[in-house]
């Protein structure tokens, strides 16, 4: 690595050094980079991104018709090696579905040259024909595309621009490929490997906005000053001409948790105003909204109670009134919606998305979809629903509504010990990341870094539980990430990164369990990046710790900047807001110790001077305007200028652990399929044995790729791939093996109108419409010979909108006769995708033999985050008995 050097005038004091970096209490350094602090207003740093010096120049691609991964089977890819010298790749022309392996050597010190250009050609002709003569053209998995839906082809890759995204493939024209002269060969010419940033040898930040009526942070370290002074800015440049914060310099507009994650780790205490007018921008019919998420947001995504925290964090710093009732009245018709739609009955947990972590392919097993994720129990989505429901007992006590505090606080403490109960690990101290699965769940060994934290934050774990955690859950050299283990094959994002504010939570929860090398740590994986690239950036990739190679990136990002000002009021000066008080629990590392001051702190009536002397976790004394208090906190009435004073008794926490874990990736999931009562499947690469799954249990440990069954009765199946570290990979797709004679069909064109909508490949001789307008109540007539245990589920299309985002999830609920079984969610498939077909959620529930009804009833707690859009094509209900 070249880099130009930086004068090294001043060495600074170490206060935190690993492998891969160092932190001094004036600057960073990383191999041959530097960032400096010249002083508490100016930074320079000479990093620049190495990530196009080292990239590999074998490409990975397939081509997609209408952006659907369609070509060949998963783990088949088309393979170039990209080693021309002239700055030109050409690959032969390929046929649609025939892999193409370039066989030339590639020299083990090979990389892709910076701005190759990769000429690919595509031959389209059997397809077209396929198109003319039949209508449609039949997939490797036998989807039919017809002639009409057919929308163009496209290239994804394993370099960029090229990724493996195919939720938005069908929306990137600059990775479709065209026919110019109508020969039925499509072209395509793409830039690979562009630098990220330009050529500047060192870069520099200085203060420019006036800061002077925010805290000020002052102490031994300058390295620190300025980072709190760089984030205070960016802000401001945050905040838009109607007071509401925006997401970051990419990213416009106000979204729900950004904010919400935001205001809890800081800018409740710098801008209760600007951060209470954005979580109102986030509210419609008195109900928060969920952001944009994976099949059309709620409630395939459901982290929206985040908001609930953040407005009562927001009520604790300021103590209004008015806005305590405000509040509680959206979150408590919020929390009505959910408990109709996602409040899982079996389990007493909530159903839906990791929170923030929206992004299918990045954190999921590529064969679920949006239904599949609506079922799936996910660890940070149940933590956030737990202190939601706290939140709101808290509210309702403080309103005076006794029977909601006492309603809302046993619903809290039914997700916590369900989550403690169904979610821990006792072999790895920390929780799992989900339940997944269809008709039965198994749990993802993975660990799950926002979710640990907030387990930690939220007292969801019992403080044994909360050393355990900190101590156990895998952490990188450059921080925490998201997930652990990475998936392979899926380019840094939610996976394989580092997110600077998810490294806050973190960074809190390892202060709380009074883990000192983990602090301090947390707090580096904090410093370096925004030190080294002179802004806090939306993300990072794991394995380099550079910001370049990520899926999507930006500066000035509201809540990573959040983390950075979180780290001195919520760690180092350890403020902690009650409904009538402030508290001071601060920890300082032994490396950070001396002096620490927080001037011009506001506190309702209160102006503050905080002075921090010392370290460790433990107060020696604290002082209000020269007055020995007995506890460390002041009250709410608290009025006009103080100066307070602490000093720590230089009592370090016995020494705790850290999980400094390898950069890991688990095996592929096996690909699995029946036949003449044998599962098989391809053997996984890096795989030891086989662990198989029978409805959600372990079945087998076996080290071949097939086992026998027995057909007679009805048994779901999965396969897990565990390699020679006994890492495992996600589950296999579950395939449910179902006898003939306990499978029912009934089409819904026999029971409801089918509008105006055209679709195609249904069965039958049709199917329903479901809308706000027509089908409002759609009812089967059923016949079931035996009582038993039933799993209902339906075929659906749903064309308003691609899968990653919008917000026009169709939903219902589901009655047999006038008792409610449930909720079904009807996703987004694609975005007029109305031919094509997929399986709802399925609903488990006991039934009477006889003739029965079963209805779809469109009730008021099924609105959809669109609010006009609610809609379907149903094109049967299925009915498995799954047993006695």
Known sequence: MHSVPISTSSSGKLIFQSERFAVFSNKVVQDNYEARALSRTELISNYKSPANTHKSPRIYFKFSLNGFDNEMEWGEDHIIHCLATNGICEAPIIKFGQRFIDTSPVPADAMLAPHTRLKLRLDLREVLTSFQQKGFFTTYNGTKIFRHDFKGVFVAGSVPPLSWNFDRLGFQKDVQLHDADGSGIYEIELTLNPPDEPDVPIRRWELSRNIADYPQYESDYTLLDALYNLSLEEMEKDVEPDNTFRTGLEWAGVWTRDVSYSTILAMAVLRPDIAQNSLLHKVKNNRIIQDTGTGGAYPVSTDRQIWAVAAWEIFKVTGDQGWLQTAYTIIRQSITDDEHNIYDGQTGLVRGESSFLDWREQTYPDWMQPADIFESICLSTNAVHYAANWVLAQMAELLGDKPAAVKYAEQAEDIKTEINDRLWLPEKKYYGQYLYGRLFKTLSPRADALGEALCVLFNIADPAQQQEIVANTPVNHFGTTNIYPQIPDIPPYHNNAVWPFVQAFWTMATAKAGNEN???????????????????????????????????????????????????????????????????????????????????????????????????????????????????????????????????????????????????????????????????????????????????????NIQQNQVQITPEEVAEYQVIAVDNLNVESFASEPLLVVPPDKTWIYEAEDFGESGEMVSTDYSGNGFAEISQQLNRQLVFTVNLPIGGRYALDFRYANGNGPVNTNNKCALRTLKFEADVLGTVVFPQRGDNHWADWGYSNAILAHLPPGNHQICLSFEPANENMDGEINQALIDYLRIIKVDA
């Open 518 to 700: 983990a602090l301090m740590q947390g707090l580096a994986a904090l410093y370096r990046p925004t030190a080294l690239f002179l802004t806090n950036k939306e993300n990072y990739v794991a394995s380099d710790g550079d910001f370049a190679g990520t899926e999507i990136n930006s500066d000035e990002m509201l809540w990573s900047l959040s983390g950075n000002l979180s780290a001195v009021y919520k760690i180092l000066f350890g403020l902690e807001f009650g409904p009538d008080k402030l508290i001071f629990k601060p920890f300082v590392p032994a490396a950070l110790k001396g002096n620490h001051k927080l001037t011009n702190f506001r506190y309702r009536q209160a102006q503050l001077d905080i002075h921090l002397t010392g370290y460790g976790n433990i107060i020696r004394s604290v002082s209000l305007n020269d007055q020995i208090l007995d506890t460390p906190e002041i009250p709410a009435t608290l009025m006009g200028k103080n100066i307070i004073r602490i000093t720590l008794a230089n009592a370090t926490p016995a020494s705790g652990p850290f999980n400094l874990a390898p950069e890991l990736f688990s095996p592929a999931a096996p690909f699995v399929t029946y036949q003449d009562q044998v599962l098989s499947w391809l053997p996984v690469p890096g795989a030891a044995y086989y662990k198989v799954l029978k409805n959600g249990k372990v079945f087998a």
